[in-house]
């Protein structure tokens, strides 16, 4: 077990000094000020959006976190629903689509510039997805605290230097939302334990080199998150299995840097897996995780032109995958139980042009995928039912706006 230091002026470097383990509230004007933050007038978007409707909370029946966690898929007023969030590159306004179906309600929120990212997360544990933004130019940090279409509360949180990038996770199992820091010019790694909008815990972690790129998994599924390291240099692996602030590392099998990975729980055991992808040989691989121990299976091989999403089409809890080829239109899906393919079929072809998301968006427990055209402004939802489509079109929206 390797105990992280805990931070201090002394010890910290210039990016954690003196980090305050208090609230940091702010004024929502000061707030405001410092993310160029403004409700526009007049916008395009605004024809699009009906007004709010009030609503009654409710789990998402998927028995998968990963389809159903209001900290990593986006659900503004735990309706159980996906929601999209919306960003315009010229103006920098943002909004919210409540979900219902293929007829979204909701409204602008505030403008934010594109020196701004954002990742989902839920702070506060109420069920509802939290928006956490950090300014990469200045190292700014704020929260959103979200109901709905409402921005219920706007923190700024302490500035962490620029060369620090950040990513959601739950570290100690409290169902509240943390944050992983790393600096890749340093290898320096970080967390801030967070309760709210409060930063309970600051803490260093174990240096890695900067070779090393990471994800936020749960590979032993007790509910905290590990982080799974990759070397895409010398193929190698490790897990970091993490308990609020302390860790215990393992070395995992060397891939070879061609394949890469995505995340996914392919057998529903609420571990995640890892789907693998040869860029150079087009083959497919599952690693089934338990811990440290691996059961991996081959899938059929799929060309560069294909390109794969996960979702759960049939709501078993058990990750499937959505192959789109981006230069056919083609559509596939296959529904898995482990490593095994038990349905492969093909779905209505698209033009090219219309770009996948995946998402939950009439709250049924099953996948259904987000269609847009970023060259006419289109929107079209599938709602999925295993492998059977229902097709609806949704409002257009101009080709400035990118949805999330």
Same mark, same amino acid.
């Given at each position: 077990?390797?105990?992280?230091?805990?931070?201090?002026?002394?010890?910290?470097?210039?990016? +954690?000094?003196?980090?305050?383990?208090?609230? !940091? +509230?702010?004024?929502?004007?000061?707030?405001? @000020?410092?993310?160029?933050?403004?409700?526009?007038?007049?916008?395009?978007?605004?024809?699009?959006?009906?007004?709010?409707?009030? /609503?009654?909370?409710?789990?998402?029946? $998927?028995?998968?976190?990963?389809?159903?966690?209001?900290?990593?898929?986006?659900?503004?007023?735990?309706?159980?629903?996906?929601?999209? =969030?919306?960003?315009?590159?010229?103006?920098?306004?943002?909004?919210?689509?409540?979900?219902?179906?293929?007829?979204?309600?909701?409204?602008?929120?505030?403008?934010?510039?594109?020196?701004?990212? =954002?990742?989902?997360?839920?702070?506060?544990?109420?069920?509802?997805?939290?928006? =956490?933004?950090?300014?990469?130019?200045?190292?700014?940090?704020?929260? #959103?605290?979200?109901? *709905?279409?409402?921005?219920?509360?706007?923190?700024?949180?302490?500035?962490?230097?620029?060369? %620090?990038?950040? &990513?959601?996770?739950?570290?100690?199992?409290?169902?509240?939302?943390?944050? =992983?820091?790393?600096?890749?010019?340093?290898?320096?790694?970080?967390?801030?334990?967070?309760?709210?909008?409060?930063?309970?815990?600051?803490?260093?972690?174990?240096?890695?080199?900067?070779? %090393? !790129?990471?994800?936020? /998994?749960?590979?032993?599924?007790?509910?905290?998150?590990?982080?799974? #390291?990759?070397?895409?240099?010398?193929?190698?692996?490790?897990?970091?299995?993490?308990?609020?602030?302390?860790? @215990?590392?393992?070395?995992?099998?060397?891939?070879?840097? &061609?394949?890469?990975?995505?995340?996914?729980?392919?057998?529903?055991? *609420?571990?995640?897996?890892?789907? #693998?992808? $040869?860029?150079?040989?087009?083959?497919?691989?599952?690693?089934?995780?338990?811990?440290?121990?691996?059961?991996?299976?081959?899938?059929?091989?799929?060309?560069?032109?294909?390109?794969?999403? /996960?979702?759960?089409?049939?709501?078993?809890?058990?990750?499937?995958?959505?192959?789109?080829?981006?230069?056919?239109?083609?559509?596939?899906?296959?529904?898995?139980?482990?490593?095994?393919?038990?349905?492969?079929?093909?779905?209505?072809?698209?033009?090219?042009?219309?770009?996948?998301?995946?998402?939950?968006?009439?709250?049924?427990?099953?996948?259904?995928? +987000?269609?847009?055209?970023?060259?006419?402004?289109? $929107?079209?939802?599938?709602?999925?039912?295993?492998?059977?489509?229902?097709?609806?079109?949704?409002?257009?929206?101009?080709?400035?706006?990118?949805?999330?």
């Amino acid at each position: 077990m390797v105990a992280s230091k805990t931070l201090d002026s002394s010890t910290g470097t210039s990016a +954690f000094q003196s980090l305050p383990i208090t609230d !940091s +509230f702010a004024g929502t004007d000061d707030l405001n @000020s410092a993310l160029s933050l403004g409700r526009s007038s007049e916008s395009p978007l605004e024809n699009s959006l009906q007004s709010t409707q009030v /609503v009654t909370a409710r789990e998402n029946p $998927n028995p998968s976190r990963l389809f159903s966690s209001t900290g990593i898929v986006a659900d503004f007023n735990g309706d159980g629903k996906t929601d999209k =969030f919306w960003r315009n590159s010229q103006t920098g306004e943002t909004a919210v689509w409540l979900m219902d179906g293929s007829k979204p309600t909701g409204e602008l929120l505030s403008n934010v510039d594109s020196s701004w990212d =954002f990742a989902y997360a839920d702070f506060n544990r109420d069920g509802k997805t939290d928006i =956490f933004w950090r300014n990469k130019t200045t190292g700014e940090n704020a929260i #959103w605290l979200m109901d *709905g279409t409402r921005i219920a509360s706007a923190v700024s949180l302490e500035k962490v230097d620029p060369s %620090w990038t950040a &990513s959601i996770a739950d570290f100690n199992g409290d169902g509240r939302s943390d944050i =992983f820091w790393r600096n890749a010019k340093t290898g320096e790694n970080a967390t801030w334990l967070m309760d709210g909008t409060t930063v309970t815990t600051a803490a260093f972690l174990p240096k890695t080199d900067s070779q %090393w !790129s990471y994800s936020i /998994v749960d590979f032993d599924g007790n509910g905290k998150n590990d982080i799974f #390291w990759r070397n895409q240099t010398t193929g190698e692996n490790a897990i970091w299995f993490v308990n609020g602030t302390d860790t @215990s590392a393992y070395s995992l099998s060397k891939v070879d840097p &061609s394949w890469n990975y995505s995340l996914g729980d392919f057998n529903g055991d *609420g571990r995640t897996d890892l789907l #693998w992808h $040869n860029t150079q040989t087009d083959e497919n691989s599952v690693w089934l995780m338990n811990g440290i121990f691996i059961n991996s299976g081959s899938l059929e091989k799929q060309n560069s032109s294909w390109k794969s999403s /996960v979702g759960d089409f049939n709501g078993d809890g058990r990750t499937d995958i959505f192959w789109h080829n981006t230069q056919t239109g083609e559509n596939t899906a296959w529904l898995m139980d482990g490593t095994t393919v038990t349905t492969a079929a093909f779905l209505p072809t698209t033009d090219a042009a219309w770009q996948p998301s995946i998402g939950d968006y009439d709250g049924d427990g099953k996948s259904d995928i +987000f269609w847009r055209r970023y060259d006419t402004g289109e $929107n079209t939802i599938w709602q999925m039912n295993g492998t059977t489509v229902s097709a609806a079109s949704t409002q257009t929206v101009p080709v400035e706006w990118s949805v999330f």
